[in-house]
């Protein structure tokens, strides 16, 4: 069996076992990065001199007092870059800034042989700014015209004549706020030279080659001199894609200055002070309905708040163009984006990639629109599905079209949709302080980067002489499990027990050339890479088993360690003696495999093509009940049906889920970033910068019930095992959260009225929402 999709009758894809490391996560004994330092000796320790402007040019700035405080031994400084004094690649990112451009914004790093000498080096600093006007929010980014980047405009149809052909037009407004990644292990690196001058860094990235290609950059060395190990995450969430890369060139400098490993490890406010976070965004939109409610145009002004350089804001906001049609179809669209410069944090890559902001616009559009056509929200939805036939507005055909609206019709009888609409009414009807929601909403998300060169992997397997493998692949573990399917996949494809198969950590040394571990697409491309690589070695070792078993080498089969004639199991030898046989007859037992992923092209400046594999599927049924006080609320139930294709592993998908769907949750009701955007000293200061004050999903705002299905009979073809891509599409199915407390407001007035409802929809701005509800039910009343 050789196709890429089809499974084994027997094999370790599909099993639902726990995650690799989780026995390591809840003892305490997986090592982090920043753990790996402990045993090096002669450590030197860097922290960062964070500037107090949101916005300044830097006068002068003097290391010497640092250098008088016991203990510091160096006080990096664009002086000491050999190479270019750039972490990104857009060349928009000085490491050591002449003019700061964000509050909390580094301007030095001390190295010292503890972590409080280094604080207190940094704290003698002195630096002599000059103060500059900054630019905070989006409305005074967009006044401004304070932009960054390209501007493309995604487009289909006539959207003028589509307007002008609309029974029903509307506009509207809407800004939400972005996210903070907030994983539990904060940005850290560990570099250190080894005896050839070798720079060697373990960094928690989700892009170890690219970190490996800015710190080359940054000392002004080849790729070659450079290694960068990610032994694993404790969550990178996008967050870990580009902003690694700084810190892993500033410890690798000091490592090459000082000749001492040196370790960098953020705390938590340093952390949410300096790295880029979820993009915020403003839309502004004009949208026409026919008379049975089909959209028939979209025209929208999309601006992001990229903060003070661009890092990934570009594509991410591709991934918004891409993804505004959500699940449905739009016939005429005229859609641009536009990425704001800020003064604050580089907003970058998170767990969606800009694709949750563009469907969270169209899913508020129709939510709004809904009561102004008379029409229930989710007839309104379901009216708009694409059909099969359908392409999206650039131009990719919708596979699997009829997949949205069986799905939806799956769950909402699975959630007991209808009877518990009447109940929630009747409810409703009889109190009149705490009112219930319920809503369902549905995801479509693209499955690839957007980036066609990136949609490609490698990976290395060798068999030992006594049958045991050791596999690596390019991609990082960040708790999503991809490591724990790699060995499933690996174990498969080469018939044998999962306990053969053991993983070494990610090096761009072993695999060169990777891919971000972003996209949700890990599984996918790493999968395809070491399945090749297992069916290269499976091949040859077929024929050293064929010439001992008397069969042609494609009726040879390998399962659970053993290989055997097809048909007589019997007769079958251990696969580990059918290696040692191997060898002796001198065959290569390891290989390398590579995968890309066929079929993708994107033309970003028509913003054109076919850029995803495919599309992953899913609805999600929410109920709450909100208190009319405080606006408090509760989620009561959930239900999700999601299409994972043919799970690689149940529990992993089932976490993936789960937890995709309670950090989406969070960002759409929770969360909460506010900088400081008045005139005073503090302008530009993040305020909510401890867990104190930015408030995060938890056990308490878990769903009381929480019921999550994977989709069966899914097979997708074109991927490893017929699996699909699971990392980011759940978030967006906590859409159905907002919608439900949306619905909860709008029962507190007259029926029939368009309720608008701020994102995040905290606590605080359901209340007002609910107040206005209020009054207009008084008003209603009063007529
Ligand atoms: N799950 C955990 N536990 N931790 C993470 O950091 N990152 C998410 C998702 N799930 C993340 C996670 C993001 S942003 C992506 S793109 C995918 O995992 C990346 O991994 P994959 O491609 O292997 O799915
Ligand atoms: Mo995920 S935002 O693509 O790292």
Redesign the pocket.
């Known amino acids: 069996m050789t196709s890429l999709h089809e499974r084994p009758a027997v094999g370790a894809v599909g099993e639902a076992i726990p995650h690799e490391g989780a026995a390591l996560h809840v003892t305490g004994t997986a090592l982090y990065t920043d753990d790996l330092g402990v045993k090096l000796s002669n450590l030197l320790h860097a922290w960062p001199l964070q500037a107090q402007h949101a916005h300044a040019k830097i006068v002068t700035l003097d290391s010497t007092p640092a250098l008088k405080i016991p203990g510091v031994v160096r006080v990096l400084t664009a002086a000491d870059v050999p190479g270019v004094n750039d972490s990104g690649v857009k060349h928009d990112e000085p490491l050591f800034p002449s003019e700061v451009m964000f509050y909390g914004q580094a301007v030095c790093w001390v190295l010292a042989d503890t972590e409080d000498a280094a604080r207190l080096g940094a704290e003698a600093v002195v630096v002599e700014y000059k103060p500059l006007a900054a630019v905070l929010t989006l409305q005074e980014a967009v006044e401004q015209e304070s932009f960054q980047g390209s501007r493309p405009t995604m487009r289909r149809g006539d959207v003028q004549a589509g307007l002008a052909q609309a029974a029903h037009v509307f506009s509207g407004d809407f800004e939400f706020g972005g996210q903070e990644h907030f ?1 539990l292990e904060t940005n850290a690196a560990l570099a250190y030279t080894d005896e050839s001058g070798q720079m060697f860094i373990q960094s928690s990235t ?1 892009h170890p080659s690219e970190t490996q290609e800015i710190v080359a950059h940054v000392l002004g060395l080849p790729s070659s001199a450079v290694t960068v190990q990610c032994l694993r ?1 404790g ?4 967050g870990k894609e580009m902003q690694p890369h700084g810190f892993a060139a500033v410890a690798a400098l000091g490592a090459t200055l000082t000749g001492r490993p040196v370790r960098l490890r953020l705390n938590r406010t340093q952390d949410l002070t300096m790295t880029g976070k979820r993009h915020p965004y403003l839309a502004r939109w004009t949208v026409g309905f026919d008379d049975a409610g089909k959209v028939l145009a979209l025209q929208a002004e999309v601006y992001s708040d990229g903060g003070w350089s661009l890092d990934l804001s570009e594509p991410v906001m591709a991934r918004t163009l891409c993804h505004i049609d959500n699940a449905y179809f739009i016939p005429h669209v005229e859609v641009r984006g536009t990425v704001c410069r800020t003064n604050k944090t580089s907003q970058t ?5 800009g694709g949750p902001q563009g469907m969270l616009m169209t899913e508020d559009i129709l939510s709004r629109c809904a009561p102004k056509l008379g029409l229930e929200p989710e007839e309104l939805r379901r009216r708009n599905f694409y059909q099969a036939g359908q392409t999206t507005p650039y131009g990719q055909p919708v596979k699997d079209a009829d997949r949205i609206q069986s799905i939806w019709d799956a769950l909402v009888t699975r959630s007991d949709y209808a009877a518990r609409q009447t109940e929630v009414a009747a409810f409703n009807a009889s109190s009149p302080h705490r009112k219930r929601g319920l809503a369902v909403t549905s995801v479509k998300f693209g499955i690839s980067f957007n980036f066609t060169s990136y949609n490609q992997a490698g990976a290395l397997v060798h068999v030992y002489k006594d049958g045991s493998v050791l596999i690596n692949h390019g ?1 990082t573990e ?5 490591h724990t399917k790699m060995l499933q996949v690996a174990a498969t494809a080469l018939g044998v027990p999962l306990s053969a198969v053991r993983l070494a950590p990610t090096r761009t040394d072993k695999v060169p050339n990777t891919s971000a ?7 996918d491309l790493n999968g395809g890479a070491i399945q090749n690589a297992c069916h290269q070695i499976r091949g040859r070792l077929s024929s050293v088993a064929a010439g001992r078993l008397g069969v042609h080498p494609d009726d040879v089969r390998f399962e659970a360690g053993r290989v055997f004639a097809i048909g007589h199991p019997e007769n079958g030898l251990d696969f580990a003696a059918l290696v040692l046989h191997a060898y002796m007859e001198r065959t290569q037992l390891w290989a390398a495999g590579f995968y890309r992923t066929p079929g993708l092209h994107w033309d970003r400046e028509a913003m054109q093509g076919e850029p995803f594999k495919y599309f992953a599927y899913g609805a999600s049924v929410s109920e709450v009940e909100v208190d009319g006080f405080s606006g408090g609320y509760t989620l009561r139930r959930v239900d999700i049906l999601h299409d994972v294709g043919d799970s690689l592993s149940p529990l992993i998908d089932l ?2 889920i789960e ?2 769907f309670v950090q989406g949750a969070g960002w759409l009701t929770l969360e909460d970033l506010r900088w400081d955007s008045s005139q005073g000293p503090n302008r530009g200061r993040l305020a909510t910068q401890s867990a104190s004050t930015y408030k995060l999903p938890s056990f308490g705002e878990m769903p009381e019930i929480f019921r999550v299905g994977l989709l069966e009979r899914a097979t997708e073809t074109g991927v490893v095992y017929g699996s699909k ?4 599409p759940p978030i967006m199915l906590a859409i159905s959260v907002r919608e439900a407390l949306r619905a909860a407001v709008g029962a507190f007035g007259p029926a029939g009225r368009s309720v608008e409802l701020a994102s995040p929809a905290t606590p605080e701005a359901v209340f007002w929402a609910l107040q206005e509800a209020r009054q207009a039910q008084t008003v209603a009343a009063d007529d």
């Open positions: 994983y989700q995450m969550g990178g969430f996008g890559a998170f767990r969606g990639f991609g960040m708790g999503q499990g991809l571990t972003a996209a949700s697409s890990g599984a976490g993936q937890g995709g891509a699971v990392g980011e």
